[in-house]
């Protein structure tokens, strides 16, 4: 049962970058896609926080797994409760035209998103 939540997380990443995101910049306007992923993005880290969570519970009470799959599971919340927290200062540095502070915030969520992606990876042959 541990490795249910790890395996729908990476799925979830893997839908939300190789196609929900690509499909929309290529069929919306500039300015209606960006609306779109400011919808998007705290849904999907939120829920890429609660896999995180869940996983976390999963293991714990159950036994299921070892250290490394719940310091994974634990990475996995923490890491995606930042992305999502740090979402408001990246929304308004776009909107100020800090393009300095924008890209230092957009490149921390896409580093924290691709090292969950890897670790939930991991999980599953660990």
């Not at 893997?14 to 209606?32: G, N, R, W, Y």
């Not at 400011?38 to 070892?66: C, E, H, M, Q």
Request: net charge positive; proline share 3%.
């Amino acid at each position: 049962m541990h490795f249910y939540t790890p395996g729908v997380t990476v799925g979830v990443i893997i839908l939300q970058v190789a196609i929900i995101i690509p499909t929309l910049s290529k069929k919306l306007a500039e300015d209606d896609f960006g609306k779109a992923i400011r919808a998007l993005w705290p849904k999907f880290f939120a829920l890429s926080a609660a896999l995180g969570a869940i996983s976390s519970a999963v293991i714990y009470f159950t036994g299921d797994g070892g250290n490394y799959h719940l310091a994974i599971s634990g990475f996995t919340f923490l890491a995606a409760s930042t992305c999502y927290l740090i979402i408001p200062a990246t929304n308004q540095a776009k909107d100020d035209g800090n393009t300095k502070r924008f890209n230092i915030l957009h490149k921390l969520s896409v580093w924290l998103t691709v090292t969950i992606l890897l670790a939930n990876i991991a999980f599953l042959f660990i």
